[in-house]
Every structure is written in structure tokens, then in C-alpha cells.
């Protein structure tokens, strides 16, 4: 096994010191052996005559497997970078690296100053890739000392350790430095016991959740901006939380920043995103879940800096309407809706795109295409709009035939999860899929009915709102949301029940707005009638346009929501076709 030696952040090394380093590339030591005295003065010597900081990678052989010049942080290999290990389990590689200060003050001092040995970036390096431990060398000029030819050479001074830990201490670290050993004393310690030791208080390890193999864990992560609310951040951790639910994660932690605008760079501030590497690696973590649309940039830098996928808002939604899409139509959209999203970020998004997988962000076309650009993106958007448009002109065929027939059509509107699927099943006795989901529901289904009179009418169940829909969704699924747009009349299906109900109610016109459906005739369904007490029900009741009380699952409220219905459609189609009772 070959190592690398990276040089990267070297600036006027000689030939030979290149060269004393490429020697160091070839050095085993016992695998048993945290490092070496012979190591540990090399490392140094070759530090201090340099001036540079030294980090040796070696794996659990003994292997010197890659040495870098300068921080542990600037160590870049693949067994470092974007490989998920299990919570049980440590990445098998360690590293060793050296210490010291350019302005002449000695290491201790600089532990003295600071508090610690190690700086905050290393012990983030620790936890983002698991590694076996840290370990610093502290390189003193003034301890030095002649060999037999009168050569002078740079002895290792102190060495610090550092490991991860199963769970937080009493300090909220999830991290322990052990005290400050001699390189002699250091040589003496069993790495393989105290490797095999930490692993098994991983794996039983009874504070966190248990990890299932090939499960998807997310951390969700919100800013709260100038002007914003505490709570409602919250509550919009929540709906997160959902969404993230839905998708197949399993939700094991959650953090906030409060921020007057987000980092142009990182959207959270540099310290808190270490923070947040730092809670994925205690949790075990997989996933980051940003409840804000993230630019290109932001979303590269994050994954970098996290050592996991991060995603946003919007890809989470676009992920969950990829699972949901059953029909031709409903998947084409989806596509469209991915692709118009993915597009922008092709330079942000780097070799992610080559990635082969699974999980929330990875399903729809970028899981089947390693390598696409943005010609083919382009052609494959030109095809889908096509596509799209025909989709259009078909709706709009069968939306004139409506009109001839001259049957009333009613759009079931609402936010996601309200009961809109429930209730199309109770006034028509059909079975459109329900779940207690975000989502449960993406493809658009008519069914027929009769008005208390005898008169036909169409019930539309369409697509539901969410706070934040993105724009992306919206256009994707124009031809879909115009059910909403060319009905006569629109039934608001409201979740009663639900804290942010005001909220929900809100972000549904405001959609509707987008749609221009707003002025249409509007039926509020407070639906969920059975989970909520009689004076939410009083409080809500005036706030909203042409109330109903309603029960879906207990068919409770149904004759009086047609009764409504009928009266709406007395005045808005005149022309209505009539059936004796």
C-alpha cells in the first residue's frame, strides 16, 4: 500500500526535506502502538526544520497512509471524506500531527491561554471523521541534544489525546483529552484495547437511539432571522420534522442559530456549523435537513464542512413528490420540477452528481445519469415542458366537455395532511389512497356526486399546500393546480385541529393568490371536528369564509357541507344540469 504525501499548503520546501518526507511515507510501526518514539521525534524534527505543521494519517496495520503538510482539518483523502461509518463503529484511521507557535511561545503556554491543547478546528476534524483519535505532538526547540556525529535534533515534547465518546460529559462534550503523557508513556499504551474498548461502548452505548443499518438520520436546522419569531421557527421545525418523516428519516436532533441574515457562504455562522458537524457525529447523523432553501454555494460548503449530505427545504419536498408520483403525468411533472431545481446548481452541486444511491435527495433522474450536464438538462427540460403542455391542452379538452355536460365542478383545496382524500372518499363513497402524511396525495382524482336536489356535481381532490411551496413545485405543476383555477367553486378543507391553523390558512391563499383562484366562491371546511374542543371550533368559526363544521373520518357535517355547496352553485351556475330527486 502506497501513501500519499500532500504538499499542498507547503511553501519553500528544499528537495530535501521533500525527500525526508517521502522516507516518512514508507514507516510501519507495531499495530498495537498508538505511535513510536522514533516516530514521534522524526515527525518533529522534520516540523520544526521546516517550520510547518505535520499530519500523519496511519490506519490500524501501523500503515503510514498519508502525510500532510499543515492541520488535521487539511488532510484531504477519500477515507476522510464523505464516508459514513456506523454509529457503533470508528473510521480505522488516526491522526498524528505536530504543534507548535512561529512567535516562540511553547506549547504550554499556548495551553495555558486557551484552555485546551487541541484547537476547536482539530476537534471538529475528530468528530466529522470519526477517527480513531487525535494525536498532537508538541515540538520544543529548547529541548535538544547531541547524536554521536554532533548533529543537533528536535525532540517531541508533550503528546495530547483526544477520542470521541458515546454521548455528551458533564461539560456537553462529546469528546475527551486525555492528560499530557511523555512519548515514552504514550508508546507504552494498547491502541488495540482502547480502539476495541471505545467501539463497544458505541455499539451498547444506551443514551442514543437505536442506528438501523442503511437507515437515513437527520438533523434539522433552521436560522432565526431578524424579525422572526422563536416559536414560529419551532413550529416550522416541526412541519420539517414531518417532511423529513415522510421522505423515511428518522428525525434524532435539531438546532438553531439566531442570525440577522444568513452567511452568504455557509447560511449558519462558521462556529455553529461546527457545532452542527459536531451533534451529527454524537447522533450518529447521516443527513442535515435546512429549512431554507439553500444557494449552490452554501449547499456545497455545507457538506464539506458537516461531512454529510445536506439538504434543503425545497429538495426534501421534491424528494417526497417523487416517491408519491404514480401516474405518467404525475412523475413527469416531478422530473420537471427536480430538474429545473437541479439545473442552477450543477457547478454547486460538483461530483454529487456522479453519486449512485439512495436516500432523500438522490431519487428521481440524478440517481440514473452519472455524468450530466447542462445541455442535456436543458434538452430533457425543453421535452418535459412539451410534454407538459400537452398535458394542458388535455386537461383543458376535458374541462370543456365538463362545461357542455354543464356539471358543477367543486376543487377540495387545502393544506397538505387537512383530510382533503378523506372527505372526497365520504361525499362519493370511493377509496382514494389516505394516509396521515405530508403528501399522501399527488395525483389529481375526480369523482362524481349528487347535491340534496339531485344534481350532479365533479369533486376534485388536487395536490396539497405547504408553507413555502416552492416556486419550482408550482410551475412544475401548473397543469394540475389549474383544477384549482378553472373550478367553479372551491372547498377549503381546513385541519381544525391543527396549533398554526391561522398559519395553514394563510399560506393556502397565499397560493391561491399565485393561482389567481383567490376571488373564487370559497367553502371552509373546518375539518377534524371531532379532535378539537367546542370553543376552538366558536373562536375559529367567524374568521373564516363560508363555514362548516365537519368530521371526515365520522362522516359528521357531510349533508351540511352539500346543503352549502348546493347554495353556491344556485348562484354561481345557473345553467346547471338538473336530475329529479
Known sequence: MHGKLDLTNAKGLKKSEIRFLSKLLQKRIPKDKILTMDLADTVAEISNSTGHNISVVLNRHGQVVNITVGQPGDVNMPELRGVRVGPGRLCGHRIIHTNFSKGGKTSQEYK??????????????????????????DVNPDQTFNKSKGEQAYMADAVHIAHLMPGRDSEGKIYKILPPQTTRSTQEDDFQNLIGSLEDEFRTNSTGSAYVEGEERAILVDLITEGANAFEIEDDLDELAL?????????????TQARQKPHPNYFLGSGKVQEVALLVQEMGANLVVIDKELSPTQAQNLTEMIGVKVVDRTELILDIFAQRAQTKEGKLQVELAQLKYLYPRLVGKGQIL???????????PGETKLEIDRRVIRDRINQLEKETARIKNYRETQRRQRISLGIPVIALTGYTNSGKSTLINSLTKSSVFVEDK?????????????????????????????KKLPTS???????????VAVADILVHVVDASHPNVEQQIASVFDILSELDAVDKPIITVLNKADKVRREDLEWLFPQVINPVIVSATQKVGLQGLLLQIQKLVQDVCPNRRKFSA
Open 473 to 483: 413545485l408550482v410551475n412544475a405543476f401548473k397543469a394540475t393546480l389549474e383544477e
Open 243 to 255: 417532511l423529513a418523516r415522510t421522505a423515511g428519516a428518522t428525525i434524532c436532533g435539531r438546532m
Open 112 to 137: 495555558t491561554k486557551t484552555g485546551e491543547a487541541f484547537s476547536k478546528e482539530n476537534l471538529n476534524c475528530l468528530a466529522k471523521n470519526r477517527l480513531d483519535l487525535l494525536a498532537q505532538i
Open 438 to 466: 405530508l403528501f399522501a396525495t399527488l395525483d389529481p382524482t375526480t369523482r362524481k356526486s349528487m347535491l340534496p336536489d339531485g344534481s350532479p356535481i365533479l369533486i376534485s381532490d388536487t395536490v396539497g399546500f405547504i
Open 354 to 364: 456522479s453519486r449512485l444511491g439512495g436516500g432523500i435527495g438522490t431519487r428521481g
